[in-house]
Each structure stands twice: as C-alpha cells, then as structure tokens.
C-alpha cells in the first residue's frame, strides 16, 4: 500500500513541481542536524491531496492554492517535530517514562489497526518496506512529541471567573437557544408483508388505548420500534426544530406541555415505505440565551484550551530562536 501512495503521490507531487517549477527530489528543510525531504512532506499529505484532487480536480486554481497551503502547513508540522525531538535530545528531561508509553501505544495500535496481530504487523510492514525497527521508532518519536507538547501547553492554567464572564458576555450569540421542546414519539414501522395502511390502523388504536387512559409511555415500551421504545419514547434531551424531521416538528413545535399530536406519516428514504409516529410534547422551553451557569464548565475548557496553544506557540518560537531551521 505504500508503495502504491508513493507512485500516486510522486504523480501528484511531479504535478506540482512542473506547476511550480521546482525540483521534486531533495531537502526541503534543515532543522539544526535534521533534514526534511520532499518525500516527508509527499508521504504525510498523500491522502488530503488526493481528496482535493477529487474535490476540485487537478487542473483548478483552487485546487493549486489548497495544495499549496496543506504542503506548507505540513512541513511547519515536520519542523515543529524536528525542534522537539532535539530539545528532548539535549537530556534536560526525564526519559524513564518513555519505553513504557511506546509500548502502551504499540499495544493500541496493534489491537486497533492490527486485529491484535504480530504477524499482520510484520507482513504490513514488509509490504510497505518497512523494519519493525522503523516502526517502533516512529512510535517513539510520536510519544515524545505529543508528551512534550502537551508538557509545554498545560502546567497550571487557572481561568478566573472574570474572565469566563467576559468571553460569555463578548460571545452571547453562541449561547442563543432556538425554541425547543422535551418529546416522546411511538413509532411504527410496517412490516414488509403488512397490508398499506397497516401501520396507521395500528396508530389509530393506540390513540384509542390512550384515550381512555393508558399512558403514553406504556403504548410507546409496548409497540414502538425505534430506540427510544425502552425510554417510554423519550428522546432523552431537548431538541431544536432544526434538528428534527420537518413533518415531526412542525407537529411537536405547535403542541403545549402533556399534548399529544395526530399520527404523522413519513416517508422511509430507504424502504419508501410508510413510517407512522404518534408524538407527545413533555416540556415546551421558547427561544434564550443559556444561562452563564449552565455554560461555565464548558468556557473555562475553551479559554484553557486557548491558554494552552499559546504557551505552546511560545514555547516553540523559543526553541525556534536557539535553533538552526534553514528552508530551501
């Protein structure tokens, strides 16, 4: 297999070059005694290349520009790479920990990837031209990259409620609501031996049942046959109108609190077949702004997160300035 993205990636790079103008083989980059060649680049972006080539074909100037901004967004990756591996080569850190997460994610990816085999391992790496020796290496590089990284963009971050306050306020329109409603729904499938109109007789029946009392929850545990039938037909959460079927919501979003609406018919896209549901609003909420008490948990992990990715970007533009990083 990567013998095969090789041969499409030399075809789709060779492009470039002529494009560009420039030669495809060589070193792109020096970073201190490191060097990053064309074919790093070529090897990592193989596959977003060809779904832009797909997406807007070769020959388009859309296709050139996106081209041209995923190979330089993945060579600042590879010299970001390159600057933490030799920061971690100077011995400033701790290095007992590494063998042990190598082997964490060496287990992970050979059950993910691997169905838990040594020997697809071994047969895969050889059909790509790879030693088990290359493999773990990469694995290791990976583990010091990502811990160092993560090392550099955590420490202590305390967010103060000012400021969760502050983004809350600068930001109300990402914490609007539109009109929502709490639903449960029976739904009826038809089988496929079902004569037409089956399903709607049945909902008419039920209607009946719960006219005369019996709960909508105990009709919905007995006939309905989507996922929400062992929850009385709760959908768990409040929903948007947006995020509904229309037939569904245009029903659902003109019922009060404890009403329960006609039996909507809806189209199956799959079967074409006829699905019948019998809907009943719980709980109706109109449109607002959620309170900074229901988001809070949620701005603080933003503002952490962006706290975060600016100790790393200064972190790396320290190691940046004590490093030799040379493009060409």
């Known amino acids: 297999m990567r013998r095969i993205c090789i041969f499409v990636a030399g075809a789709i790079f060779a492009a470039v070059a002529a494009h560009a103008d420039d030669n495809l083989d060589g070193i792109i980059a020096v ?26 074909g070769r020959g388009s100037s859309n296709y050139w520009v996106k ?4 190979q330089e967004d993945q060579l600042q990756s ?20 590494v063998d042990d997460e190598v082997n964490k994610l060496l287990k992970q990816d050979l ?7 040594e020997t697809k391992l071994t047969l895969t790496l050889q059909a790509e031209g790879r030693t088990k020796e290359e493999y773990r290496k990469e694995l290791r590089e990976k583990v010091i990259v990502d811990e160092l990284a993560q090392y550099h963009s955590t420490g202590k971050i305390i967010i103060s409620p000012a400021a969760i306050e ?17 639903l449960r729904t029976i739904c009826l499938v038809p089988a496929a031996d079902d004569p037409p109109g089956a399903a709607k007789a ?15 929850a105990d009709m919905a545990k007995v ?15 409040w929903f948007e109108r947006k995020e509904m079927n229309p037939a569904l919501a245009d029903i659902a979003f003109s019922l009060k609190p404890g009403q329960r609406g006609p039996v909507v018919e809806v189209p199956d896209e ?8 019998l809907l009943m609003v719980d709980d109706v909420r109109p449109a607002h702004i959620t309170p900074l008490s229901e988001v809070q948990v949620a701005i603080d992990k933003v503002l952490k997160a962006q706290r975060g990715s600016m100790l790393l970007e200064q972190w790396i533009k320290r190691l940046q300035a004590k490093s030799h990083v040379e493009n060409f």
Request: one cysteine or more.
């Open 31 to 56: 970073v201190n005694h490191s060097i990053i060649t064309k074919l790093q680049v070529q090897d990592a972006i193989i596959e977003s290349a060809q779904t832009l080539a797909n997406a807007y």
């Open 223 to 237: 006939y309905s046959t989507d996922r929400f039938r062992s929850a009385g037909g709760d959908w768990g959460r």
């Open 111 to 117: 059950k993910e990837n691997f169905s838990g085999s």
């Open 78 to 97: 590879l010299e970001r790479k390159e600057l933490i591996l030799s920061d971690f080569a100077k011995g400033e850190y701790t290095t007992n920990w």
């Open 202 to 216: 049945l909902a008419a029946e039920i209607i009946q049942k719960m006219d005369s009392g019996v709960p909508f």
């Open 166 to 182: 502050k983004y809350y306020n600068d930001n109300l329109d990402d914490f609007k609501v539109e009109d929502q409603v709490k």
């Open 270 to 277: 799959r079967t074409k077949a006829t699905v019948c549901y």
């Open 67 to 70: 081209l041209r901004k995923l």
